[in-house]
């Protein structure tokens, strides 16, 4: 089985990923199940696909740490894997 590690992601990716979630829940909410989440004082044309698109854009950030994090362990994988068929003189 394979090692588990520890991904540290910095809290304000953190954050903003709970807070991108939020308003894409309650944007999506407020379009399609027609919820009244948002006081009417605060509401503007389309104001729900506003939340769902600013939502998405704060999640950006660390869907884009975690991507990088993911990729760059790999290439590591890979290069060690490369370096010992090398040393070993092995061949495909």
């Given at each position: ?65 975690l991507i990088t994090v993911a990729t760059s ?20």
């Amino acid at each position: 089985m394979a090692k588990g590690f520890r991904l540290d992601i910095p809290w304000e990716f953190l954050l903003g990923d709970v807070i991108g979630s939020l308003l894409v829940g309650v944007g999506l909410a407020e379009e399609l199940a027609h919820a009244n989440l948002v006081p009417l004082s605060w509401r503007f044309p389309n104001y729900g696909w506003a939340m769902f698109a600013l939502g998405v854009a704060m999640m950006i950030p660390c869907t884009l740490f975690l991507i990088t994090v993911a990729t760059s362990g790999r290439k590591k994988t890979i290069q060690k894997e490369d370096e010992a068929t090398r040393s070993s003189g092995k061949r495909f």
